[in-house]
């Protein structure tokens, strides 16, 4: 395995940030670790890449203890933190070369690595850090990662704050990635890049939910999910949250997905009651299941 987790926990004080993670990532597999800000990914990241040290369990990466062998890590792995940590003050060039240097190699020797995200790069090799975009700052931090070709590469939310054609981008550039040979872990609150890993873990205050490939997590989702709107959307949610035979109610875009205690359940029903309520415009349709609808069920 390229990385393993064994009953990983740790607390900051009172606050206990993961309560015994385990989990495995096989070689060239796209690993996402799931959850929203607080659910402790930053923390298991700063684990993995020897920056914190856990207070119980053992991990390894790439065939190395993270105690024992954190020297031989942090020459074997990449890592690009969720906030920009390059130096803003150098170019994009200067940067490269900076942490090539570090790792006792070459731009040159990798090129064929980071070719086809540095070209995008390269009209502004000469810019300062601090002033390219959060898109082009996106991929010299993943260049940067990659110079000393490392086995595998630790992304903590990368797409974090960057537009949706840049996150596109990005995705395609992991893929291609992944058929050189190397291992991916990466954090995101976005469900919608869940369904781009190979497997996930969801994760909700510091514990592991389920780990399984997207199709499998959304497959297993125990009821029908429907979408309802009407003219007033806070009232929407809030008669829904009084309706006797409600299992479950949150916003989804323009819709509010509802789920019925019922296997089946009595749609008629379901709108006179929210036509009592004095809501316009019902509408109430069965919907597909997302792997954001099973992580709110899952953290029920």
């Not at 942090?74 to 890592?79: A, D, K, Q």
């Not at 296997?263 to 349709?285: F, T």
């Amino acid at each position: 395995m390229s990385i393993s987790v064994r009953n990983i926990s740790k607390s900051y004080q009172d606050v206990s940030a993961l309560q015994h993670i385990s989990f495995e990532v096989k070689p060239n597999e796209i690993f996402g670790i799931i959850g929203p800000d607080g659910a402790g990914k930053t923390t298991l990241f700063r684990i993995l890449t020897t920056l914190l040290i856990a207070n119980e369990g053992d991990a390894t990466v790439a065939g190395f203890d993270v105690l024992e062998d954190y020297k031989s890590i942090r020459n074997h792995v990449g890592y690009m933190p969720g906030k920009f940590s390059l130096y803003q003050d150098l170019t994009v060039e200067e940067n490269l070369k900076f942490f090539a240097t570090i790792f006792g190699t070459t731009i040159k020797e990798n090129y064929a690595l980071i070719e086809d995200i540095y070209v995008q790069l390269e009209p502004f090799k000469n810019r300062r850090a601090g002033k390219l975009s959060g898109g082009m700052k996106q991929k010299l931090a993943l260049c940067c990662a990659l110079i000393h070709k490392p086995k595998v590469l630790f992304l903590d939310e990368p797409t974090t704050g960057v537009d949706p054609v840049s996150r596109k981008e990005f995705w395609d550039m992991l893929k291609r990635l992944q058929q050189k040979n190397i291992t991916i872990l990466v954090s995101t609150p976005y469900m919608d890049e869940a369904a781009l890993c190979d497997r996930i873990a969801l994760i909700q205050d510091g514990k592991i939910l389920q780990i399984n490939t997207p199709e499998s997590i959304v497959k297993q989702y125990p009821k029908t999910i429907y979408n309802v709107k009407a003219d007033n959307m806070y009232q929407l949610i809030n008669s829904l949250k009084t309706y006797p035979n409600q299992h479950s109610v949150y916003p989804f875009g323009e819709f509010v997905h509802y789920t019925d205690k019922k296997e089946n359940c009595n749609l008629e029903e379901l709108k006179q009651y929210l036509e009592k309520q004095d809501l316009q415009n019902i509408s109430v349709e069965k919907t597909e299941v997302t792997i954001e609808d099973s992580f709110m069920e899952l953290a029920k």
